[in-house]
């Protein structure tokens, strides 16, 4: 089944109610597309989009079964098996045997949590925006482990590895792409 933003958006919100996974989904989503239009895939960036917005999709209620129930879910709706591949491998290691292999999938799985660690960082500054956040201040927040203990270093790293980049890299092309995409963001949250 071909699947809308719209109706993306329903089967997310069908599991998922809280503010601040459905915040984290609607800023991987548009990370997602400004990643596919930078590295050459912007005739994809819409099925770029549907994977950052599903990714966890299953988490807010089945956390022990992250990337699982999600696969089962996505099955039982029809879905693209690229769409469940693409779900399933961001939790490559963690909480699914499914490695990721395009392009899109390696930048899910680093993006992902990274994200997290930016809005963390956002949060952190008088502005409250990535706005005026710098790579270095980043950094510091990134090699910090008491701040965001949640947002797995591991992840982002070996997240970086499978995409080839400098975890530098990585940290500054996502911070870019949370600037890019922040007005969108915080309109798509505060329509919420």
């Known amino acids: 089944m071909e699947l809308t933003r719209q109706q993306a958006w329903q089967l997310l919100t069908k599991y998922n109610h809280e503010p601040f996974h459905l915040r984290h989904a609607i800023t991987v989503e548009a990370v997602m597309g400004w990643y596919a239009r930078q590295l050459g895939y912007g005739a994809e960036a819409s099925f770029w989009r549907l994977a950052g917005l599903l990714h966890d999709l299953d988490f807010e209620q089945y956390p022990d079964q992250h990337c699982v129930k999600a696969q089962e879910i996505m099955e039982q709706e029809g879905l693209d098996p690229a769409l469940i591949h693409a779900v399933a491998s961001h939790g490559w290691g963690i909480c699914s045997d499914v490695?990721?292999?395009?392009?899109?999938?390696?930048?899910?799985?680093?993006?992902?949590?990274?994200?997290?660690?930016?809005?963390?960082?956002?949060?952190?500054?008088?502005?409250?925006?990535?706005?005026?956040?710098?790579?270095?201040?980043?950094?510091?927040?990134?090699?910090?482990?008491?701040?965001?203990?949640?947002?797995?270093?591991?992840?982002?790293?070996?997240?970086?590895?499978?995409?080839?980049?400098?975890?530098?890299?990585?940290?500054?092309?996502?911070?870019?792409?949370?600037?890019?995409?922040?007005?969108?963001?915080?309109?798509?949250?505060?329509?919420?």
Do not use: N, Y
């Open 99 to 192: 490695r990721p292999e395009h392009e899109m999938e390696k930048v899910l799985f680093a993006a992902d949590e990274l994200t997290g660690l930016i809005g963390a960082a956002a949060l952190m500054r008088p502005s409250k925006s990535v706005q005026d956040m710098e790579l270095k201040s980043l950094k510091k927040k990134f090699k910090d482990k008491k701040f965001a203990a949640g947002c797995s270093r591991e992840t982002i790293q070996q997240g970086a590895q499978l995409l080839g980049w400098e975890l530098d890299t990585l940290l500054d092309r996502t911070l870019q792409a949370m600037r890019d995409c922040e007005e969108e963001i915080e309109a798509a949250v505060a329509a919420l």
